[in-house]
């Protein structure tokens, strides 16, 4: 699979911005079983995302459903190396989620509890964020 990133855009670069708080919105397991809850305020781009797709669906041994809750719509720009200051913003060179603290990121199902929580905790450490692993509440 492809490296996560837009189709189409709206801006080519965008401000950094502020990323702070805590999260409004996909903070509670909705679709899965199990998920894995960011800590953090933090950004996170495709090929963490992608890391960590990889090492859940490697331990399941492709079993079971995974959701990926978030994605990379923001463009980061970086300048090249040696270029001097000044001369305008640099070209967008790969692209972030903001995650909140609270944010539901990776939700599985179709497995047991113990395969669940192992795969989360292995996509876990490929993120650069605090992580936890929660259980969906039967209502």
Same mark, same amino acid.
């Given at each position: ?42 950004? &996170?781009? %495709?090929?963490?995302? $992608?890391? =960590? !797709?990889? @090492? ?51 939700? &599985?199902? %179709?497995?047991?509890? $113990?395969? =669940? !929580?192992? @795969? ?20």
């Amino acid at each position: 699979m492809a490296l996560s990133q837009p189709r189409k855009e709206a801006h080519r670069k965008v401000r950094k911005g502020k990323n702070t708080g805590i999260a409004s919105r996909c903070n509670t397991v909705a679709f899965g079983d199990f998920g894995l809850m960011s800590l953090d305020n933090e950004r &996170i781009n %495709g090929r963490q995302i $992608e890391a =960590a !797709r990889q @090492a859940i669906t490697r331990y399941v041994k492709r079993g079971g459903q995974v959701w990926i809750r978030i994605f990379p719509h923001i463009p980061v720009s970086k300048k090249p190396l040696d270029v001097k200051m000044g001369s305008g913003k640099g070209e967008p060179a790969f692209h972030v989620a903001k995650v909140k603290k609270g944010t539901v990121m990776f939700e &599985i199902a %179709g497995v047991t509890e $113990e395969q =669940a !929580r192992e @795969a989360l905790r292995l996509a876990s450490h490929k993120l650069p964020v605090r992580c936890k692993i929660l259980k969906r509440e039967e209502q």
